[in-house]
Structure formats: structure tokens, C-alpha cells
């Protein structure tokens, strides 16, 4: 017949309460993004109409949120009480999942750096096909918007992309008023300009030529590109830093609950 015995009847009093505290903030964060992401779906309707998911044409970046804040949520609440309960099972969790996140983060690098080309194309295409959807989901636009504008970009691989939208297609049957335009996002803004003009990049792709004086011409899969090299040392600066935290985490874990449990016999 086997049992769990505590050895230690107590974990670290600051050890403890550092963990408690450390993982609440994360438990916060987790209920304010959840929070967020059905606040956004409530404004969008959403949520008076869940059939509205299934009819996005492009990414709805509400998902991100909700996932992320549902995985912090639950890491948060594991680690709290998991720390404060002093319950091994749940700090088991705690440190599995963070072990599984750093795993899953060092594969995802390891891909991107062999599979370069192929990575290229997938987010080509997936700006593309969000640039489909740029006007059925608000929370996308402003996404795609908030890019363009950072990364002085437009379109995927150049402004020309914005024909595969509807309402910016040159199609002789297309009755919008942005008509062979781009986004106010790809305009080139004037420093000395107090409002934004949204109507910037109306007719702006009749004329090629002209392109140069009035919207960015350089795509956003570039402009990444670019903005890579430049700032190499500060991603992996944080990459590493991230990376430490979480494995000294998942060691400690695992050696605080090894350590904490013995199985005896009885006979």
C-alpha cells in the first residue's frame, strides 16, 4: 500500500509568498485580456450573434487575446495556488506547461531560422488573406493599420496587394469610392500635420509614377526583414532573458516538488 507524505511541512515562507505574488500578476492579466477579448466581441456583436465568427474572411485578432489570456489565466491561478496552498499537483502543472511553453518556443525559432522561405511564403499568404478581410472586422483593421504605419509598409509585397481587396480592387465594376486606393495607413504622413487625413490614399494606385511622393512602396514582409537585422541583438537579448526565467522556473519547481514528497511502503 503506497501514500504521499509531506517531508518538509512547509515550503520556503518567501519562496512562497514571492511565487504567490509573482503569479497574481499574471492571473490579473489573464482575467483583463479575457476581459478585453469579450468586451471587443460585445462592441463588434459578436456576441448577440456567435454565428458572426464563422463569417471573418481575415484573422480576428480577438482570438489572440482570448488564448493568451485564457493560458495566463490558468498558469496564473496554478502558480497562486499552487504556491500558497503548498499543493504539488498543481505546481506540477505549473512547471510542466512553463516547460512545454519554452519547448515550444525554442521549435518555433529553430523552424523559422531552417525554414526560412517557407515561413516567408505562409506569412505572405496570410496577409494577404487578411488583407481580404480588411473591412469586415474592425479590431483587423486596425491591426493591419497599426503595421503599415509602424514599418513605414504597405500591402504584403507591395501596394499593389491592396487589389485583392473589394472596396480597393481597380475592377471596372467596383462602385467604391476607394476605388484603386490603399489605407490611410501606406500614406506618407506630413510631420507638420495636426489631423490625419484618412482620404490620403484615394486613386493614389492610377498612377504609378507617383506613388513614390505620396505612399510607402515598400512592402510590410520586407520591411520586417529589415527590421530584424537592425534589432537582432535586442530580440535575443529578450529571447534569452524569457528563456532563463522559464527554465529556472521549471527547474526549481520540479526540484521543490521532488523533494517535498516521499513514497513509503506500508506492510
Known sequence: MYYYRYENAEINCCYKYLMFSYNIIFWLAGIAFIAAGFWAWSEKGVLMDLT?????????????????????????????????????????????????????????????VVFQSQVRAWINEFFLANIKGYRDDIDLQNLIDSVQRMNACCGAQTPQDWNQNVYFSCDENNRSREKCGVPFS??????????????????VRRNQSEWSKHIYTKGCIAALEDWLPRNLYTVA????????????????????AQGSISVRTLT
Open 52 to 112: 458572426q465568427v464563422t463569417r471573418l474572411h481575415g484573422f480576428d485578432p480577438v482570438w489572440l487575446v482570448l488564448a493568451v489570456g485564457g493560458i495566463t489565466f490558468i498558469l496564473g491561478f496554478a502558480g497562486c495556488v499552487g504556491a500558497l496552498r503548498e499543493n504539488i499537483c498543481l505546481l506540477k502543472f505549473f512547471s510542466g506547461v512553463i516547460g512545454l511553453i519554452f519547448f515550444l518556443e525554442l521549435t518555433a525559432a529553430v523552424l523559422a
Open 186 to 203: 501606406c500614406c506618407i504622413q506630413d510631420p507638420a500635420d495636426l489631423v490625419m487625413n484618412t482620404q490620403c490614399g484615394y486613386d
Open 237 to 256: 537579448i529578450v529571447f534569452v532573458v524569457i528563456s532563463l526565467l522559464q527554465v529556472s522556473k521549471h527547474l526549481l519547481l520540479c526540484e521543490k
